[in-house]
């Protein structure tokens, strides 16, 4: 009775799989979406990668307080601390991350960094496109997780400011 039993359940594991070969396949837009995400939809609490903050002056949030590193159970954030100087300032504190690494082949997104850091300097993005064949693509240096300063024109001028400074 149970060869019975177990040719049955076979039987019906097979007309599934068979009914499944010749139903139209369902694919996601991700590849050929429209927009600079093409197409992928992200929730708010999404764990991509990582951005360097900046402040409303253009300077960096980063006062290398080891926080974020201290927080990190798989140890993947190297820091290493410089001084500003009255000449250079890279950041609002006396000091600043000089050199910010993160190494994505560690890297669990536990969102332990964001919790640490007092000054809201590290935050996850959405950035998901991670995957590479070489290991040392994945290591990303201060430059690669700042965030663009953004830059706004001295003066915005019109037509009319211009024939205004020619008359």
Do not use: W
């Not at 290398?64 to 890279?90: D, G, M, Q």
């Amino acid at each position: 009775m149970s060869i019975v039993k177990n040719a049955a359940a076979i039987v019906k594991g097979m007309s599934i799989t068979f009914g499944q070969m010749f139903q139209p396949t369902e694919v996601e837009n991700y590849p050929d979406g429209k927009g600079p995400m093409r197409g992928a939809k992200f929730q708010e609490r999404f764990r991509g990668k990582h951005q360097l903050q900046r402040d409303e002056n253009g300077l960096e949030k980063c006062v290398a307080c080891f926080l974020c590193a201290a927080a990190c159970p798989s140890n993947c954030i190297y820091i290493e601390a410089a001084e500003n100087t009255e000449t250079v300032r890279i950041s609002s504190a006396e000091r600043y991350a000089k050199v910010y690494n993160i190494d994505y082949n560690r890297c669990i997104f536990c969102g332990y960094c964001v919790e640490a850091c007092p000054t809201d300097a590290i935050t996850h993005g959405h950035g998901f496109e991670l995957a590479s064949l070489n290991a040392t693509n994945l290591v990303m240096r201060k430059e690669d997780l700042l965030v663009q300063v953004q830059t706004l024109p001295d003066a915005v001028t019109s037509n009319k400011d211009v024939a205004a400074s020619l008359a």
